[in-house]
């Protein structure tokens, strides 16, 4: 079940910032942790609005699941790695929460 609080408090508290920029070809987007403490997620400018926030709730996925048990995954095309696939999951699963919550 996704908690739409936990989310929220990475970016009230100041532990997540997103980045829109211009990423190379076949970037979507991509997150790291400051030396601050504090979650970077970059965002392809590329992409379309609900393409944008399906990658933020990806990498969101990795903060809260991934990055506490794994400091650092570096990898291009790494679709089929088990982290990928659960983030895909995830950002599905809040994206339909997200629309079903505003409507």
Do not use: W
């Not at 508290?13 to 920029?21: D, E, F, I, Q, S």
């Not at 400091?71 to 790494?78: A, F, S």
């Amino acid at each position: 079940m996704v908690d739409l609080r936990e989310i929220s408090d990475l970016f009230t508290n100041g532990k997540a910032v997103c980045h829109t920029v211009q990423l190379g070809p076949g970037v979507a987007g991509f997150v790291y942790k400051s030396r601050k403490g504090v979650y970077h997620i970059f965002v392809s400018e590329d992409l379309s609005p609900e393409g944008r926030r399906h990658i933020i709730f990806h990498e969101i996925n990795h903060i809260l699941k991934d990055m506490p048990v794994i400091p650092y995954v570096i990898g291009v095309d790494m679709q089929r790695y088990s982290i990928e696939k659960s983030a895909e999951r995830f950002a599905r699963e809040v994206g339909l929460v997200y629309f079903v919550g505003s409507g």
